[in-house]
């Protein structure tokens, strides 16, 4: 079975920082770009992060270049999301998902992922 479980979210003040994890199973990790989508609410789906299989790449939204940082750890089988520099903008469901390959432009296109996690809540107050 398939699983991407997310941890990680919580409640901080602007200009804070969190860490979202994203344990995987059920797949082959290594052969899979692993990323991050956010929902807020009454808004659109939004890519955030990706990381390519074998960190061939990553990609992140305008939105939060040079903020957030996405990472793997091979041996366990997860994948973070650094959050820093956090604006109540922020504020959103966060999503894990996995893609077979490279990140391609997933982060654009939400129907290209393959699985996704059942989300945690960020939310970042003024």
């Known amino acids: 079975e398939v699983q991407l479980v997310e941890s990680g979210g919580g409640l901080v003040q602007a200009g804070g920082s969190l860490r979202l994890s994203c344990a995987a199973s059920g797949f082959s990790f290594d052969d899979y770009a692993i990323g991050w989508f956010r929902q807020a609410p009454g808004k659109e789906r939004e890519g955030v992060a990706c990381?390519?299989?074998?960190?061939?790449?990553?990609d992140y939204a305008d939105s939060v270049k040079g903020r957030f940082t996405i990472s793997r750890d091979y041996d366990k089988n997860t994948v973070y999301l650094q959050m820093s520099s956090m604006k109540p903008e922020d504020t959103a469901v966060y999503y894990c998902i996995a893609r077979w390959g490279l990140c391609g432009t997933v982060l654009m296109q939400p129907a290209m992922t393959d699985y996704w996690g059942q989300g945690t809540q960020v939310t970042v107050s003024s």
């Open positions: 990381i390519s299989s074998s960190d061939i790449s990553t």
